[in-house]
Each structure stands twice: as structure tokens, then as C-alpha cells.
């Protein structure tokens, strides 16, 4: 009989899936997908997760009914919480506030205690998911925290793991291996073993977010797309196996993550889109006879509410509404020529100076630099009293691509249109009354 002894004894091994109409006409290469949610926790995640409780038991640094602490809201948690489970140790995971209640309800399915920290703090702020995780690590008898970002486990379970099984599931004919770049575990691992075993003629190439620090593309900033890219450089990472480091949008992402489910029916997450616009762009130039393999690290499920839902993408500019004659970006685009945001600690003096820069009356406060999630704007300021900071439920928040509605405007003071995480126009609600 076949018969695995736990879900921990089923991780691996996962399938490798040949593209059909998304590769189409587009090269005369083979594109197969490693698909990564077929691990029993949904993510390659899962692999990590084993590869780094071992090593702790094994340096004695974990002890039987001890507490795993670490700072992750998605994946990585998973993972944890699924060994964690089998072997009878607690879990303690900060999440930052902005992370879903969705997401938090998987970790605690699992049994794992989440504690929630504020998003918008400097990371060496006491209040920090950095600052608290290291606290809860010292102060809870018996905790350790795993810590993927600098972790050597990680690299190697996919040295161990991933790599071999992409080797043989090609019988060695593998010529390239794309990869998402997050901690750097995934692509430092399973590159480095490929390039090992094939004699260095196996390409590695990076998927990374605009704004992440790996292709070193103008200074880090923010992004949507989850669970890849950095702003710092994990001592996970092994910047000597990549070949190559490709730059993807969110707007590609999100397309590509789409047509993924559309076209080949691969539900899988934002990065996993991400990572197959590098993988195809790869293709491109590829010679026939190539096999690249792509790896989709994660499941689609976790993001129903955002990239797969047509609300959620043309709120935030990533998907047009089909019939729309006039929407928010078109209406009021020319009633702000300059971008208003501000910082709470902005002097009243900057403020108001902005605005008479910009000929508007009202602007807004954030607590976090662009793009901005649904939720981040914290208030907005007027130029009859820019001292005052007022809260945002005063404020709508509107998508330059969704259908205009002066409805809208209804009982409020002001509206702000965003566009893929930009402020792209503020404006006072009589102001663009009077434009209707």
C-alpha cells in the first residue's frame, strides 16, 4: 500500500506542467511550470519550512514543546504551523495589520497564535513585526525563531529538494530555471544545485518586482505583488547564482497570474505571474530544443479578493472596465497637475505651500509611501487649516479607472483617484461639483 505517515512525509516531489496556449506561436522552446501548490501547505514554502525545523533540532536549538516565533503572514507560516503540528511544538506569528483577516484565519486554523503588529513604523521600532518577533523569540521560554531571511536551511532544502527533482523529472535536459526572488532561498538553492549537476550550462534567472533591491533598478520602493522582492539584501541570497535578474510590473503580474488561470488552468498567486512574464521573455529567445522551467511557488486561493476579482483590480488600476464612457481619471485628471501627499509630521507650513503650489484646496495624509493599499490614506488637511489633520472617513477613495459617479461625493468633503497605488488627482468635492 501507498500510504504517507503524515502530510509532512508528502511535501516534494511536485509535478511539472507543459504549457499550452500561453506559450502559443511565442517560441519554438518548451515552457513547463513547477507547480508548487500541490505541497500539502500550498506553497514551496512547505519545504523550507522542514528543511529549517530540522536543522534547529539537529543544532539543538529548537527542544521537544517548544515555541516557533516568526515575523511572516503568509507561506513560510504555513509551513511552520504544518511541522510544527506534527511534532508538537507551539507557533507564535506577528503579522503586520494590514495583512487580511483571511490570511490570519489560515494561520490560526493550523492552531498558531498570531499576534498583530501596526504596519506604518520604522523596522527597528519597538512596535515593528521585526522588533516584536525578536522580543517574543527572548522573552517565551523555549522559542526560536526560525528567521528565513538569513537562514543557510532554506538555501539548501531546495539544494536538496527541488533542485534533484527538476534534474530528473527533465532526465537532465534542462536549460533554464526561473525563478521568483524573495528571501533568495528558492533560487540560491535549487540554481546552485542545477548549475552543479549540468556543469554550469543550466541559466538561472530572477524574477523581481519594480522596486525591489535584486536588479538594483533605482532605489527600493513599494509594490503590490506579495511574498517577493526585498529592500534589503537577505543573507539567504546568493547573488553569484543568478544569470540574469528580469524586472516584471505588478500590472504584468496580475495579467499574467489571470491568463495563467484562464489559459492553462493554474490557479496560482501574484508572484507566480510574475515569474512566468520572466520565464516567457526567456522563451522568447530561446532556441528550440530548450526546456526552461518555471517556478509558481504558491496557490491562487489566498488572493480570490484581490487579483482575481474585477472590483479589487480596476479600484487599483490594474484592469479597465469594459463600457465606461467617463471615469474618475478622465473627469477630474486636469483639476491636479501635482501629486498630494503628505506625512502626519509634515509642518502646517509645507502643507499649505503644496497646495498654493498646485492651486488645489485639499490634500492628503499617508503613513506609508506609494502605492498606497485600500485603507493606507489616514487623513487629509485643507488649505483654510493645514494644521489640522482630519480623519479619512471624510475622504472617498476612488479608482482613476472605475466608472465615474458623482453619487460618490454624496456627504463627503473630498475625493482622492489612485492609480496602481499612485495619488494621481485630489480634489475638494465642490471642486469637481462644479466640473460636472
Same mark, same amino acid.
Given at each position: 500500500?501507498?500510504?504517507?505517515?503524515?502530510?509532512?512525509?508528502?511535501?516534494?516531489?511536485?509535478?511539472?506542467?507543459?504549457?499550452?496556449?500561453?506559450?502559443?506561436?511565442?517560441?519554438?522552446?518548451?515552457?513547463?511550470?513547477?507547480?508548487?501548490?500541490?505541497?500539502?501547505?500550498?506553497?514551496?514554502?512547505?519545504?523550507?519550512?522542514?528543511?529549517?525545523?530540522?536543522?534547529?533540532?539537529?543544532?539543538?536549538?529548537?527542544?521537544?514543546?517548544?515555541?516557533?516565533?516568526?515575523?511572516?503572514?503568509?507561506?513560510?507560516?504555513?509551513?511552520?504551523?504544518?511541522?510544527?503540528?506534527?511534532?508538537?511544538?507551539?507557533?507564535?506569528?506577528?503579522?503586520?495589520?494590514?495583512?487580511?483577516?483571511?490570511?490570519?484565519?489560515?494561520?490560526?486554523?493550523?492552531?498558531?497564535?498570531?499576534?498583530?503588529? %501596526?504596519?506604518?513604523?520604522?523596522?527597528?521600532?519597538?512596535?515593528?513585526?521585526? *522588533?516584536?518577533?525578536? #522580543? !517574543? =523569540? /527572548? $522573552?517565551?521560554?523555549?522559542?526560536?525563531?526560525?528567521?528565513?531571511?538569513?537562514?543557510?536551511?532554506?538555501?539548501?532544502?531546495?539544494?536538496?529538494?527541488?533542485?534533484?527533482?527538476?534534474?530528473?523529472?527533465?532526465?537532465?535536459?534542462?536549460?533554464?530555471?526561473?525563478?521568483?526572488?524573495?528571501?533568495?532561498?528558492?533560487?540560491?538553492?535549487?540554481?546552485?544545485?542545477?548549475?552543479?549537476?549540468?556543469?554550469?550550462?543550466?541559466?538561472?534567472?530572477?524574477?523581481?518586482?519594480?522596486?525591489?533591491?535584486?536588479?538594483?533598478?533605482?532605489?527600493?520602493?513599494?509594490?503590490?505583488?506579495?511574498?517577493?522582492?526585498?529592500?534589503?539584501?537577505?543573507?539567504?541570497?546568493?547573488?553569484?547564482? %543568478?544569470?540574469?535578474?528580469?524586472?516584471?510590473?505588478?500590472?504584468?503580474?496580475? *495579467?499574467?497570474?489571470? #491568463? !495563467? =488561470? /484562464? $489559459?492553462?488552468?493554474?490557479?496560482?498567486?501574484?508572484?507566480?505571474?510574475?515569474?512566468?512574464?520572466?520565464?516567457?521573455?526567456?522563451?522568447?529567445?530561446?532556441?528550440?530544443?530548450?526546456?526552461?522551467?518555471?517556478?509558481?511557488?504558491?496557490?491562487?486561493?489566498?488572493?480570490?479578493?484581490?487579483?482575481?476579482?474585477?472590483?479589487?483590480?480596476?479600484?487599483?488600476?490594474?484592469?479597465?472596465?469594459?463600457?465606461?464612457?467617463?471615469?474618475?481619471?478622465?473627469?477630474?485628471?486636469?483639476?491636479?497637475?501635482?501629486?498630494?501627499?503628505?506625512?502626519?509630521?509634515?509642518?502646517?507650513?509645507?502643507?499649505?505651500?503644496?497646495?498654493?503650489?498646485?492651486?488645489?484646496?485639499?490634500?492628503?495624509?499617508?503613513?506609508?509611501?506609494?502605492?498606497?493599499?485600500?485603507?493606507?490614506?489616514?487623513?487629509?488637511?485643507?488649505?483654510?487649516?493645514?494644521?489640522?489633520?482630519?480623519?479619512?472617513?471624510?475622504?472617498?477613495?476612488?479608482?482613476?479607472?472605475?466608472?465615474?459617479?458623482?453619487?460618490?461625493?454624496?456627504?463627503?468633503?473630498?475625493?482622492?483617484?489612485?492609480?496602481?497605488?499612485?495619488?494621481?488627482?485630489?480634489?475638494?468635492?465642490?471642486?469637481?461639483?462644479?466640473?460636472?
Amino acid at each position: 500500500m501507498k500510504i504517507a505517515g503524515s502530510v509532512l512525509d508528502v511535501i516534494g516531489h511536485t509535478p511539472l506542467i507543459q504549457l499550452g496556449p500561453l506559450v502559443k506561436g511565442l517560441t519554438d522552446a518548451t515552457v513547463v511550470a513547477k507547480v508548487e501548490y500541490f505541497n500539502p501547505g500550498g506553497s514551496s514554502k512547505d519545504r523550507l519550512a522542514v528543511g529549517m525545523i530540522d536543522a534547529a533540532e539537529k543544532a539543538g536549538l529548537l527542544k521537544p514543546g517548544g515555541t516557533i516565533v516568526e515575523p511572516t503572514s503568509g507561506n513560510t507560516g504555513v509551513g511552520l504551523a504544518l511541522v510544527a503540528q506534527q511534532r508538537g511544538y507551539h507557533c507564535v506569528f506577528v503579522c503586520p495589520d494590514k495583512v487580511s483577516a483571511d490570511k490570519r484565519k489560515v494561520l490560526e486554523a493550523y492552531g498558531a497564535r498570531v499576534v498583530v503588529t %501596526p504596519t506604518n513604523v520604522e523596522p527597528d521600532d519597538p512596535e515593528s513585526y521585526y *522588533s516584536v518577533s525578536d #522580543r !517574543l =523569540a /527572548r $522573552e517565551i521560554p523555549g522559542g526560536f525563531k526560525p528567521n528565513q531571511y538569513a537562514n543557510p536551511a532554506g538555501p539548501e532544502a531546495h539544494y536538496r529538494t527541488t533542485g534533484p527533482e527538476i534534474w530528473e523529472d527533465t532526465d537532465g535536459t534542462v536549460t533554464h530555471f526561473v525563478a521568483g526572488v524573495g528571501t533568495g532561498g528558492t533560487i540560491s538553492g535549487t540554481g546552485k544545485y542545477l548549475k552543479e549537476v549540468s556543469g554550469g550550462s543550466v541559466r538561472v534567472i530572477g524574477a523581481d518586482p519594480y522596486g525591489s533591491v535584486y536588479a538594483e533598478k533605482g532605489p527600493a520602493r513599494p509594490y503590490f505583488v506579495e511574498g517577493v522582492g526585498e529592500d534589503f539584501w537577505p543573507e539567504a541570497y546568493d547573488p553569484s547564482i %543568478p544569470d540574469e535578474i528580469i524586472t516584471v510590473s505588478d500590472a504584468e503580474a496580475f *495579467s499574467m497570474t489571470r #491568463r !495563467l =488561470a /484562464r $489559459e492553462e488552468g493554474l490557479l496560482v498567486g501574484g508572484s507566480c505571474g510574475m515569474a512566468m512574464v520572466a520565464g516567457l521573455e526567456v522563451a522568447k529567445k530561446a532556441s528550440a530544443g530548450d526546456l526552461i522551467v518555471v517556478l509558481l511557488p504558491d496557490s491562487g486561493r489566498g488572493y480570490l479578493q484581490k487579483i482575481f476579482d474585477d472590483g479589487w483590480m480596476t479600484h487599483n488600476g490594474f484592469l479597465a472596465p469594459e463600457g465606461v464612457a467617463t471615469t474618475w481619471g478622465s473627469r477630474i485628471s486636469g483639476l491636479t497637475p501635482a501629486v498630494l501627499t503628505s506625512h502626519k509630521d509634515d509642518e502646517a507650513s509645507s502643507r499649505a505651500k503644496l497646495l498654493q503650489d498646485s492651486g488645489r484646496s485639499v490634500g492628503v495624509v499617508t503613513h506609508a509611501s506609494p502605492p498606497l493599499q485600500p485603507g493606507e490614506m489616514r487623513g487629509w488637511f485643507h488649505l483654510d487649516d493645514p494644521a489640522e489633520v482630519r480623519t479619512a472617513d471624510r475622504l472617498v477613495t476612488v479608482g482613476a479607472a472605475e466608472e465615474f459617479d458623482p453619487h460618490a461625493l454624496d456627504g463627503v468633503d473630498g475625493v482622492v483617484v489612485m492609480d496602481q497605488g499612485q495619488v494621481v488627482a485630489v480634489a475638494a468635492s465642490e471642486e469637481i461639483v462644479g466640473q460636472v
